[in-house]
């Protein structure tokens, strides 16, 4: 018997796996580059490189985060195109908005540039950014209902730009529209409401609704479509301008812990977690459910990240319960429009091996066949 050997980029594969948290993992976000991925949760902040996949020392002393039980809920890498060092950006239960920088030689430590107690240090439920020109502004959303905007030069503290409390919605996630106007959008958690606030005082200016709860959000590049996790039968996709549902992505759940929904593979594709042990990947214009990805045997993987790059998607998820050994599982696929010489070397090498394979069962045949006759 012979066979031609294959090996399919369009499925994602396992990479790696990487062991440290001792709790719940509750976000994930990996930097612009692809070569540093922050992991937050119930055991603080965490910064691991991608490549050698190890964990990065943290800042010696934080100062003000003196609670090593407040857990880290949300988080984001700070992107500016100028910038050869990469800033991480997380908020706490306890209230405190914590910034490190890159430094050194080799850029494998981090200064903690900032650790700042805000509003009335109630829960940080989302974090986001938006840089333009020389004018970096953070935006957090708190489970007092209030929206707190700064401006952060990277070398001083932060400055407050508004701050207001909005009636009755907790934000789940906040969004800058990356316009001059710098509008804000708010995602509620428990009202399914959908907040515009002017940029530069936090007026609201429009509102939709987009369903009874919201567990998750997640908005496309353009800033035309948002996904959100229901918390009912699993994930759906809404338009930006009126909060209209798009399409259904069900998967079924068992229990409605909110899970953590993305996009991938440049916004064509849905990627969310569950509460069974695995990893849905969605196809996003059809429903079509491609891959199952299996993060662990049982637990719940709430949390959920994407990144993409000219040569790969990748996608990584956490564990999100404490009863569990907590691990990040790392998987990639290639991506459809790219073939690496060593990747064309390989189908090469298989190819070959086919016809090598075809070529000895012929003479087999012919060598029996002369054999039978001559009998």
Known sequence: MFFLRTNDPKEYRLEGRLIGHKNTINCLSV???GTLLASGGSDGMRVWDLKRRLQLPSPRHIVGIQNPADPVTCVSWITRQEATRETLCYGTGLG?????QQHGEGLEDFDAKVSKRIGTGKEIMCLTYDHSGNDTRIATGTRDKCVQVWSFDFKGPLIPVFSIELSTTIPRMINFNRTASRHILV????DGEIHQLRGTDGIVMATH???????????DIAQTLFLIDNVVNGFSLHRLDDGACIRTYNTNPVKTFPKQVVFGENMDVVVGGSDAGVIYVFDKNTGTLKQVLKHADKARVQTVTTYDNTHRNVIVGATSQNDVEPIISIWSRQRDNHA???H???MLKHFAWGIVQVAIAMALLTYVSNLVSWI
Do not use: D, E, Q
């Open 31 to 33: 930097s612009s580059k």
């Open 96 to 100: 405190f908005i914590g910034i490190w």
């Open 187 to 190: 995602f509620g958690m428990y």
């Open 209 to 219: 609704n987009a369903g009874p709860l919201i567990g998750h959000v997640s908005v």
């Open 340 to 342: 690496t010489p060593r």
């Open 344 to 346: 064309l070397g390989t």
